[in-house]
């Protein structure tokens, strides 16, 4: 539970890293009712802050151009929360990220007085994030550049190199930025394609921020989209499977990294793409859930081998 003053300074640094902010966004960002929130904004002027606020349907609070707060302070909390942020940063492995990690790190233990260092330290040197890192890393700027251009609703130009194929150029509106899997993503309007198109921010080779707006679709879910194209996008191999278990059963049990499932009469169908049948086959035997392959046939011999090799692991009593 913080204190009512932690609050109170809270929201000053809100406004100092932010031009405006409006009530329900510092409620909201406080984890308190507008109410709350107003009465904060109330403290913060009667010690002498400059706090303007604008009035209307859309009115937000902001700080008077040029004041300057006093060099920033972080609680306990506040200090462990960055240490872990930027160890996980250094652990997604952004190429630009390491370096940078490590020297906002040492800067952050020279400050702290020495319990906090030392606590902190221990942090450090326990902690294991069990994060997927970045198989190919892109570029930190192609990563900020990009997601600023999705704030800000501009249109981007590219340079793009795809796994196979020509180099391309093209426009794109990006609706958001996704990490998953150990891979960058971004997912909007392609103008070369004229259709909705997901790249990977590693192949990016050149970016440029346009002055063209675009407008995102409203509820766009960029996460969502990611997931249903890596599992639907083709491979070697098609794969259909009937999974003798309820919907439910096989969504807590299949990533949906994995494929599709479309719930029938006899069952789930678990519809895949994939190069290594021998992968595939592993998965779905750690489900757990009987299945029965209707395609390719070389899934159920993938099955047959690895029943086979199981039988010769194991060892007579």
């Known amino acids: 539970m913080y204190h009512p003053t932690t609050r109170v300074l809270t929201v000053l640094e809100l406004l100092q890293s932010h031009h405006r902010l409006t009530g329900p966004e510092l409620a909201s960002r406080l984890e308190v009712n507008a109410r709350t929130a107003r009465r904060y904004i109330t403290m913060l002027q009667d010690m002498g802050i400059p706090i303007e606020a604008e009035r209307g349907r ?3 609070y902001m700080l008077r151009a040029g004041f300057k707060l006093p060099p ?12 872990l942020g930027l160890l996980a940063a250094r652990r997604l492995g952004l190429t630009v990220a390491a370096p940078a990690a490590e020297g906002a790190l040492a800067k952050i233990e020279r400050v702290l007085p020495d319990n906090l260092r030392e606590r902190l330290q221990a942090v450090q040197a326990s902690l294991v994030l069990d994060l997927a890192r970045s198989e190919s890393a892109p570029s930190s700027d192609v990563v900020v550049t990009m997601s600023q251009a999705a704030q800000a609703g501009l249109r981007v130009w590219m340079r793009y190199r795809p796994d196979r194929g020509e180099l391309t150029e093209r426009g794109f509106d990006p609706y958001g930025i996704v990490f998953r899997q150990g891979r960058w993503y ?4 392609c103008h070369l394609r004229q259709t909705l198109r997901m790249f990977r921010l590693d192949r990016v080779l050149e970016l440029r921020v346009e002055e063209t707006p675009f407008a995102r679709p409203p509820a ?12 639907t996008m083709p491979n070697t191999w098609e ?3 009937l999974l003798r278990a309820t919907l439910a059963e096989a ?3 299949i990533s949906p990294i ?8 006899d069952g789930v169908l678990l519809r895949a793409h994939g190069d290594h049948l021998g992968w595939m086959a592993r998965e779905l035997v750690a489900t757990g859930l009987p299945l029965t392959v209707r395609q390719p ?4 011999e993938e099955l047959r081998a690895l029943a086979q090799r199981v039988l010769e692991m194991s060892v007579e009593c």
Request: net charge negative; charged share 20%.
């Open 186 to 189: 971004t997912v909007g309007y």
């Open 220 to 231: 766009f879910d960029a996460a969502a989209y990611v997931v249903h194209a890596l599992a």
């Open 239 to 241: 794969v259909e499977v």
């Open 297 to 300: 046939a070389a899934l159920r």
């Open 58 to 60: 859309y009115g937000a």
């Open 251 to 253: 969504r807590r049990r």
């Open 72 to 83: 920033m302070m972080f609680s306990e909390d506040e200090a462990l929360a960055v240490v």
């Open 258 to 265: 994995f494929g599709t499932l479309e719930e029938l009469p």
